[in-house]
């Protein structure tokens, strides 16, 4: 079982800037890919990146893309997601999940609770 514990979410203005985080538990954080996905109320679950166990190759939405920013560091068990320009159609629930070998590229074996972001203006 590997639990996952996000953090960092908060209220911003428009056009500002906030970095949520994502712990894990277990000593095979790296192994894991790691993705984002944000949920706002009335929508779906939409994805918006991943990071492979290596952290070399990135995937992003095309929302996230040249805004936001997925990054990890394996000897802190945690995975990161920047985000600036953010507007208010970024604000949502952001979960983070793991995908665990062997990878599905789209799916996910654990999921974290979640951490709200707010975007006024």
């Known amino acids: 079982q590997v639990q996952l514990v996000e953090s960092g979410g908060g209220s911003v203005q428009a056009g500002g800037s906030l970095r949520v985080s994502c712990a894990a538990s277990?000593?095979?954080?790296?192994?894991?890919?790691m993705g984002w996905f944000r949920q706002a109320p009335g929508k779906e679950r939409e994805f918006v990146a991943r990071?492979?166990?290596?952290?070399?190759?990135?995937y992003y939405s095309d929302s996230a893309k040249g805004r936001f920013t997925i990054s990890r560091d394996n000897a802190k068990n945690t995975v990161y997601l920047q985000m600036n320009s953010l507007n208010p159609e970024d604000t949502a629930v952001y979960y983070c999940?793991?995908?665990?070998?062997?990878?599905?590229?789209?799916?996910?074996?654990?999921w974290g609770q979640g951490t709200q972001v707010t975007v006024s203006s």
């Open positions: 999940a793991a995908d665990t070998p062997p990878y599905g590229l789209d799916s996910y074996d654990y």
């Open positions: 277990g000593r095979t954080f790296s192994r894991y890919a």
């Open positions: 990071i492979a166990s290596s952290g070399v190759s990135k």
